[in-house]
């Protein structure tokens, strides 16, 4: 299984990049996916998931408070890839970004590790 994550970059405040999470080896329908990112000297913290698709419920999306109403998370399973759309950036967003899945989105608003497959990182940098 592999998880292969890009998008990152230096953006201006304000300005909007969009991470890509490209899976291998796994059924995207089976598992929660989403990010964590890591800035310095924080914690590693859950920004977002969305669920499988287990055919019973609808699409679930978790986001971190600070992410609501700025970052949009979706899923292409025709591509295996889950991708975070990241409006209005500030500085606060910068970090290095991990994308993760699990069998459970609690996972990534309970937990910061343990997940079962994770991905290399991606550097976002906020700055004018």
Avoid: H
Wanted: charged share 15%; aromatic share 10%; net charge neutral.
């Amino acid at each position: 299984v592999q998880l292969q994550a890009s998008g990152g970059g230096l953006v201006q405040p304000g300005g909007s990049l969009r991470l890509s999470c490209t899976t291998s080896g796994l059924t995207l329908d089976n598992y929660a996916i989403g990010w964590f990112r890591q800035a310095p000297g924080k914690e590693r913290e859950g920004v977002s998931c969305i669920n499988g698709n287990d055919g019973i419920n609808d699409v679930l999306a978790y986001y971190v408070d600070s992410a609501k109403g700025r970052f949009t998370i979706s899923r292409d399973n025709a591509k295996n890839t889950v991708y975070l759309q990241m409006n209005s950036l500030n500085p606060e967003d910068t970090a290095d970004y991990y994308c993760a899945a699990d069998g459970s989105m609690t996972s990534f608003y309970t937990r910061n590790s343990g997940l079962r497959y994770w991905g290399q990182g991606t550097l976002v940098t906020v700055s004018s």
